[in-house]
């Protein structure tokens, strides 16, 4: 009962029940039942309608439309379902409304799907008529362009995007949609344009939905503002991973208390966010400072003020051309020791420090070839820059390739759906939580179809120190200086423009430029923030330790799981899921050892062999008799190609296209060696176990 009454609350289940096969025992969470346990005997236990009536009647809602409440979500065969926490988020938030409350709010996590969750909320309010017509606010157009395209699809022909070419030239808009999805900035209009809300009737939006509610929507001076006083009639639901509670702006006195709230931490031990390291780099003369000779110039000839320079200055009122070479240097060395490919965010002061940036990555020797190759390797991605712009979808595409390594200040901090992104690159100081959580959702989505069960933070600024903070993964409290002496010059910035944040705005600052200051790594520090939502500083032999043993527990285990598999493959997939780091781990032990060696090893404790080792001990062992010429020649080709690149490398038949197996012939010609398909798997297979079987094991592996 105790073990059910955990599950129930995270499940927000009010009735629990446990069984020796006698009777039942019941736990009501409902307050609807006389006493909270009671037994029953195994006729008695309540149906599902006399159970729904007493849910009903513990939510409040006996006199609300049973319709909704039962209405289901959207289907589609072989298409998503939502998740528990996302059925959980859009039954609140339908209870909610149904109820008559006007302001909703929803905070999830970053990568927790927000907008599939709100898509369902719509669906079933639209579905039942309880709602004709919708307005989605957001302030990005490639979220919006997101939306419409992906999760808001079904909609259809009832959907458009709100833009000035939905008016006429009498100037009247076009009221035949129902559902409408626009940014504020096109909605409110720029100086000298007309709104586009106000051409709508006050009373025409039954919903609106606030996307990314944090960035200043709430706020009593925000421009944005005005769109909803407008519509106040309509019911309008904030969504947001991160609630603004400042001295100045609060979520929570807008919209109220959250509906329902699903945080990092919860996401991570659930198994549907990534888990994450943390490295922080130290600069020598960013622990040090900087002070300048007596009468010193800089490389343009001012003289440069005479003071002492520390990171707080840093690519804001002095540019240090070297220290920029050494981030990108570093950055690209840890992209190189893995694959180069991983998709990197780098979060630079200014649009001005995300250009050298940019020239600074191109500029590595070991990028010059992927840089020819494709000139989107590195690019700049901010809101002044329309070539840079204009690559974000690709960026945020799982299957396009490039961009690789995009440099920014502001835009990518929220509203980018970067799924794949597997490193983010701290390089500006970071003050605000609501920022710092936003940036580090950038990673925080899974996608291990495309080999992403983790993500990597490197910190140039000390930002990451917010993970110390007690609220940084804790409930949105509303700060205990909200509305007192608000003062709405210090609250935060109005929009600049569609698509502009404010550090995207080119700077007028007075920058002194010094090149000649060498900068070099003085120190590193390595931290995992795991699936169990803890953020520990170890090695990263420990960590994995930890997590190997997370899945296997022991040696036994691990070599069960490892002989019945067909494809080693899937332990590296069942590994990477763990959040185990495989690629680190062959950097540390050794890159000559293949996956087995490296898990028996570092979670178990044997002494590892190369590959090499591996491969002469099965030819010693003169096992290919049995085979023709040519098939001996792939099998011995296929040792070689296990000794330099590891065991997965040989389970795929297209390795039969790869040189040296081309010279034998074609792929056709050589499974026709083995009798087939079918007999050149079976060798395969047997040939991987002879690497690994007990004579080339050391005893006790």
């Known amino acids: 009962m105790q073990q059910a009454l955990g599950y129930a609350e995270t499940l927000h289940v009010p009735f629990v029940f446990s069984s020796n096969g006698d009777g039942f025992l019941l736990h009501d969470r409902s307050g609807t039942y006389p006493q909270v346990e009671q037994t029953l005997t195994l006729d008695a236990f309540p149906s599902p309608e006399e159970l729904w009536q007493r849910y009903r009647q513990s939510q409040g809602l006996l006199e609300t439309d049973e319709e909704l409440l039962r209405s289901p979500y959207y289907f589609e065969i072989g298409g998503k379902k939502p998740r528990y926490y996302q059925q959980l988020a859009v039954n609140q938030t339908i209870a909610a409304i149904a109820k008559g409350q006007k302001r909703c709010l929803l905070v999830m996590a970053t990568g927790a799907g927000k907008t599939y969750t709100v898509f369902n909320v719509i669906w079933r309010l639209w579905k039942t008529r309880v709602v004709n017509r919708v307005l989605f606010l957001a302030d990005r157009n490639a979220l919006i362009d997101q939306t419409i395209t992906n999760d808001f699809r079904p909609f259809g022909q009832v959907m458009t995007k709100l833009t000035r070419k939905l008016v006429d030239n009498n100037g009247k808009i076009d009221t035949s949609y129902e559902v409408y999805l626009g940014i504020y900035q096109a909605i409110i209009g720029q100086e000298g344009q007309e709104n586009l809300y106000s051409k709508f009737p006050a009373d025409f939006f039954d919903l609106i939905v606030i996307d990314e509610c944090h960035r200043g929507s709430a706020a009593d001076d925000s421009n944005w503002r005005q769109v909803l006083d407008y519509f106040t009639s309509a019911t309008q639901l904030g969504l947001t991973a991160t609630p603004k509670e400042t001295q100045y702006v609060s979520n929570i006195d807008y919209f109220g208390e959250p509906i329902y709230t699903y945080s990092l931490r919860q996401g991570i031990e659930d198994g549907f966010l990534a888990p994450f390291r943390r490295i922080q780099v130290h600069l020598d003369k960013d622990l040090e400072g900087w002070t300048p000779d007596a009468n010193e110039v800089d490389d343009q000839g001012q003289l ?159 930002a990451t120190a917010l993970f110390n903070d007690e609220d940084w993964d804790g409930p949105p409290i509303q700060d205990d200086q909200f509305g007192v002496g608000q003062s709405p010059s210090e609250a935060e910035p109005k929009a600049v423009s569609p698509d502009l944040d404010v550090d995207d705005v080119p700077s007028e600052r007075v920058k002194y430029q010094v090149g000649r200051q060498e900068f070099m790594v003085a120190r590193e520090r390595v931290s995992y923030y795991d699936k169990e939502g803890k953020l520990t500083t170890e090695s990263l032999k420990d960590y994995n330790r930890r997590a190997i043993n997370d899945a296997y527990q022991s040696l036994d285990r691990f070599l069960g799981k490892w002989n019945e598999a067909d494809r080693k493959s899937a332990i590296l997939e069942e590994l990477q899921s763990h959040g185990v780091m495989v690629e680190a781990l062959a950097k540390q032990v050794g890159a000559e050892y293949d996956l087995f060696d490296l898990i028996c090893h570092v979670a178990f404790d044997q002494p590892p062999r190369t590959r090499q080792e591996r491969a002469n001990q099965v030819r010693k062992r003169d096992v290919f008799t049995n085979y023709g010429e040519t098939a001996r020649a792939v099998l011995e080709g296929l040792l070689e190609k296990y000794a330099d690149q590891g065991v997965v490398s040989i389970e795929n038949a297209k390795v039969l296209q790869l040189e040296p197996f081309a010279q034998l012939g074609t792929p056709v010609e050589l499974l026709k060696q083995f009798g087939g398909k079918k007999q050149y798997r079976a060798a395969v297979s047997e040939l991987a176990r002879m690497l690994y079987d007990d004579e080339s094991v050391d005893s006790g592996a």
């Open 304 to 462: 440069i003020e005479q003071r002492e320079y520390n990171l707080r200055d840093f690519d804001r009122t002095i540019v240090f051309d070297q220290r920029t070479q050494a981030v990108a240097q570093y950055v690209s060395d840890f992209l190189h020791q893995g694959d180069p490919m991983r998709k990197t965010i780098v979060f630079c002061e200014d649009i001005d420090h995300a250009e050298r940036m940019r020239q600074a990555f191109v500029n590595v020797a070991a990028n010059r070839q992927l840089v020819e190759q494709d000139r989107r390797y590195v690019m700049r991605i901010t809101g002044d820059e329309k070539e840079g712009k204009a690559q974000l979808d690709h960026f945020i595409n799982p299957k396009e390739d490039y961009p690789v390594i995009t440099t920014t200040s502001k835009l990518m901090t929220t509203g980018v759906d970067a799924q794949t992104c597997h490193v983010i690159v701290l390089d500006r100081r970071i003050q605000s939580m609501t920022e710092f959580k936003q940036i580090v959702g950038r990673g925080t989505r899974l996608r291990p179809d495309f080999g992403k069960n983790f993500f990597t933070i490197i910190d140039f600024r000390n």
